[in-house]
DNA sequence: AATTTTACATACCATTGGTATCATATCGTC
DNA sequence: GACGATATGATACCAATGGTATGTAAAATT
């Protein structure tokens, strides 16, 4: 039991974040108990309150890992689907990998449902726009610079569509709409080209 | 102290309803503490538990009463919209009074934010959806019988929609986006038209 | 080698939501 | 009008919780 040394300080870190956050998915925040955290990481919680300053902080680190995991997905798609210089199709492309992770439980559960009230609505809120704002807000503006729509509504319809496709996953992950996600889809991209007062063009 | 009387009960059950609702309002479901209530409620927890069976009970009451408080103005203004017969003023209309009551702090940190991690999720969007059906659905749904869109459309398009609005009262609350509520509104008309493929008529 | 810092372990604490119990006033029934 | 049943609510208590205080030994730094 003597692990002493900075590398197996990081496996001990990475053990409490990965049996936090099985349990935060799997239970929700505020029934997990930090006794149920150390126990299935194997430490004390002389360990966890070492590495973290709280079980909010705590948290907050998962909820940032999971975004950051997304991030490096969506934006991957997005970037593949704009090599045919498609603004739209990149755009779809980013959305529907978006909604494949928020359809997650995982990730529907920590990021979407317990953020905003464990971390405080303004700070998830703020958070979440500064992802909107590296991924849907460039797009929106481009459509807007090319006269799809005024340039003042590039930043809210990039923040409606961002919920939209939030509300759409929730919809899916509890599946008792009978709503396929192809028709949110459908019903997503019908939104975008409407909004750009494009009539369909050809689409992914 | 004598008060016992059924009268004198239902005031204290409002008295507690009431003290709860500020104070669940103001800092959260998770920081008030059953203490703090009773305290300004001006009663004990024997009161309390004898009125509510849990803490999350009392809270779904007061969830519950803000949803019908909105539920009622939305419908009165959709009522009056449509008296012109036209159904994208009724929508518009019911649409602009729930914005007002999602930007108000109260409806917001408890319907909203705090509503989906205390009631749980699935609990939660069952709610809100049953809500949108009474609400925003029956709507999309006369639209997409006018051709407007397809008729697979309406349910997610009313579900996107109230998301849309949802996320627009966050960002009005928090008013760090420098987007006005006009422009949203002005954002979300334009989705709901586009989505109807109609050129703009005479908007309200 | 001496000292400081890191990495944990253990014991403890105040607060929390909730329960058990008790007291008393009101209400229906006769 | 007596009386048991019930509604109302006050008090004492409990287990569980997040967090802290303190101790300790290994590693890093000087």
Redesign the pocket.
């Known amino acids: 039991?003597?692990?002493?040394?900075?590398a197996?300080?990081a496996?001990?870190?990475e053990a409490i974040l990965a049996a936090a956050r099985a349990l935060f998915s799997a239970d929700g925040y505020a029934t997990?108990?930090?006794?149920?955290i150390v126990d299935a990481a194997g430490?004390?919680?002389?360990?966890l309150?070492?590495?973290f300053?709280?079980?909010?902080a705590l948290f907050l680190q998962i909820w940032q890992d999971l975004q950051l995991e997304m991030d490096v997905e969506a934006r991957a798609a997005a970037a593949a689907a704009f090599s045919k210089f498609d603004h739209f199709a990149a755009f779809l492309a980013g959305s529907r990998v978006y909604l494949s992770w928020a359809t997650r439980p995982e990730y529907q559960r920590i990021v979407l449902v317990d953020g905003p009230s464990v971390l405080g609505s303004a700070r998830w809120h703020g958070l979440e726009f500064d992802l909107g704002k590296r991924t849907l807000v460039p797009g929106t503006k481009y459509m807007a610079s090319k006269g799809h729509f005024p340039k003042a509504m590039a930043v809210p319809a990039a923040l409606m569509l961002q919920a939209s496709l939030n509300a759409a996953a929730y919809a899916l992950a509890q599946d008792q709409l009978g709503v396929t996600r192809d028709q949110f889809l459908a019903t997503f991209e019908r939104m975008l080209r409407g909004l750009s007062q494009i009539s369909s063009s050809k689409a992914g």
């Open positions: 039991m003597a692990k002493r040394t900075s197996q300080a496996e001990t870190r997990t108990s930090i006794a149920a430490v004390t919680k002389g360990a309150f070492h590495h300053d709280s079980k909010e």
